[in-house]
């Protein structure tokens, strides 16, 4: 197998309801485990979907493999506690796609540090982060909708390159 051609673009209106249907893939949604309360609910994703293309602070990007829409990668939170996302279409698991979405995002969001939350059992999600210099740092419990219980998370930081202060590289635009 080849490996794919990943880029970034723009969040598109015609790839909302990929994104839906991602998100309401049942084994995709316990893998995740920290989801809305009810992945189905289109009209809570619409809404959800229309606050974060209005928020300026919000990086959010469709992924693409090979030109199609795999899923989708965003930076989001307040300044000192910016935390990155990731969704990438079970169908194209397994094949180094997330990993390279976000290495994509993260030279476009050049700021640091970042962190990012996975459920400790999501070793996809792991793997992905520490391919991407990510380290755990810490961990927490937390109830998961996706999984009705409460569930074990890992909580990891991408620290800013050694030599750099936090401030160094943040991007002024958005």
Known sequence: MSV?????????GSDLPLFYAYMCDPESVRTAAFTSEDPTDRAAFDAHWRRLLADRTIVIRTVLADGAVVGN???????GDRQVTYWIDRAHWGRGLATA???ALLDAVPERPLHARAAADNTGSRRVLEKCGFTVTGEDRGFAHARGELTDELLFTLAPPAGRTPDEGRSTTR
């Open 4 to 12: 794919a051609e990943v880029t970034l673009r723009e969040v598109r």
């Open 73 to 79: 990668a965003g930076v989001y939170g307040p300044e």
């Open 101 to 103: 979405a976000l290495r």
